[in-house]
T-cell receptor, first 113, second 114 residues
């Protein structure tokens, strides 16, 4: 079955520290992977995506994500967290068979000053 | 200019009423979506239209009826509103089919059914 898992409901990081938000997936075919961010009372915003090519993808606001095919993971990372990074982060994967986007449950990221 | 806009932003109504939410995108995209986000922030796709043709119709009560008068608009009409319909509804758009290209979201419509 196609699925996306974000194993952490919430991640707490001190400002200035590196952050990681985890995502694992299970789909048929080659995955197209996405990260979106939702700030409070706002719509989702696209951060980055992996289609093919380099496993390390760079996106908006200094975020990057690493595609790991053997571990079926696409973790979101940032070297130095900002308080303004506090938001809800969604991982999504395009199912290779029916092309529909499958969404994770979201991870709340809290950056403390 | 707002790329994907929704009206209204807030909607408070009584159970049993009928209401509509409008969505417009000025990105020139050919695919539009409606999502429901519940109180736990789970995001669930409801419908998707490509070039005004319905291509995704998830298990949604038939009280919900989308209408796409043109590629730039996708409206959502809800009949006989129920308490469980209270949620935030997001419209989104993308370019190209098959689905899965980068989606651009509207600000959301917060629906509260009393």
């Amino acid at each position: 079955a196609q699925s996306v898992a974000q194993p952490e409901d919430q991640v707490n990081v001190a400002e200035g520290n590196p952050l990681t938000v985890k995502c694992t997936y299970s789909v048929s075919g080659n995955p197209y992977l996405f990260w979106y961010v939702q700030y409070p009372n706002r719509g989702l915003q696209f951060l980055l995506k992996y289609i093919t090519g380099d496993n390390l993808v760079k996106g908006s606001y200094g975020f990057e994500a690493e595609f790991n095919k053997s571990q079926t993971s696409f973790h979101l990372k940032k070297p130095s967290a900002l308080v303004s990074d506090s938001a809800l982060y969604f991982c999504a994967v395009r199912d290779g068979s029916n092309y529909q986007l499958i969404w994770g449950a979201g991870t709340k990221l809290i950056i403390k000053p | 200019d707002t790329a994907v806009s929704q009206t209204p932003k807030y909607l408070v109504t009584q159970m049993g009423n009928d209401k509509s939410i409008k969505c417009e995108q000025n990105l020139g995209h050919d695919t539009m979506y409606w999502y429901k986000q519940d109180s736990k922030k789970f995001l669930k796709i409801m419908f998707s239209y490509n070039n005004k043709e319905l291509i995704i119709n998830e298990t949604v009560p038939n009280r919900f009826s989308p209408k796409s008068p043109d590629k730039a608009h996708l409206n959502l009409h809800i009949n006989s509103l129920e308490l469980g319909d209270s949620a935030v509804y997001f419209c989104a758009s993308s370019q190209g089919y098959p689905l899965g290209e980068t989606q651009y979201f509207g600000p959301g419509t917060r629906l509260l059914v009393l």
